[in-house]
């Protein structure tokens, strides 16, 4: 009876063990693939992420958006002739060169919102290439690798199989974790695309604020709000670099259940900082 009760143990063992090696390995097996994917999706261009959201978006800008921010720049330009006349007495100290004025930043006027998108994706353009010379150092440096895990499999045999249990919940939790983490990071990644084309669409209205010194705050806020969605894909590289470093550090051979709590919180950290990428590239750079 106590031989068949040991080979009972010894095998519900054997399966802990296995499946707490399992859940280990394709949880960092999982994290390393995704890495790669968020690297090369922030790394893509608004033109380059979805081609056809793109051309729609900027087809319904130019042939919606784009009359609007035509109107708008005609009361603008109207405005600003008023104030130029008002300012030198009603005419009455009259300059030539205060119409040249007014033509002039009319012009610059009407070429920025005719070039709406190329400002815009050059944007982009600058924010992508950042990322995209820092995603070959991030994804170098912060590979996980799950060699080390071979030796817990000798300190998990020689434990109990109340201890072995224990341990299996809790990496099943740690691997839901992740895995929680991985539709955040999805979520964050495409979310933050989606908020671009919806900037995108509207470009042509804010651009066409600049030719008024009052009313180009618009202009300028929009501008620094673009930046931010750009340099976003940025601080989100380096929470994911930071927490890729943290797990890769972290000593399973040594302590596992104390390891794995430490993963846990984490996990948990790099969700809630990655929802503050946003804020904080907009607090960076003065963006309401």
Known sequence: METLLQQLTD??????????MDNLTSTFTNLNSRLGEVTNNLAQTPADFQPAVFNMIRNISETVIMPIAGIILTFIACYEL??????????ANFETWIFFKWVFKTFVAVELITHTFDITMAVFDVA????SQSGGIISGATTIDASELANVQTQLEAMELGQLFAIFIQTFVLQVMFNIMSAIIFVIVIGRMI???????LAPIPFATFGNREQSMIGQNYLRSLFALGFQGFMIMICIAIYAVLIRNVAFSSDIIESLWYALGISILLGFTLFKTGSICKSVLHAH
């Open 11 to 20: 095998y519900m063992k054997g399966v802990l063990v296995s499946g707490i």
């Open 82 to 91: 008023i104030q130029l006349v008002i300012a030198h007495n009603n005419l």
């Open 128 to 131: 992508q290439h950042v990322v």
């Open 195 to 201: 908020e671009i084309y919806l900037y995108v669409s």
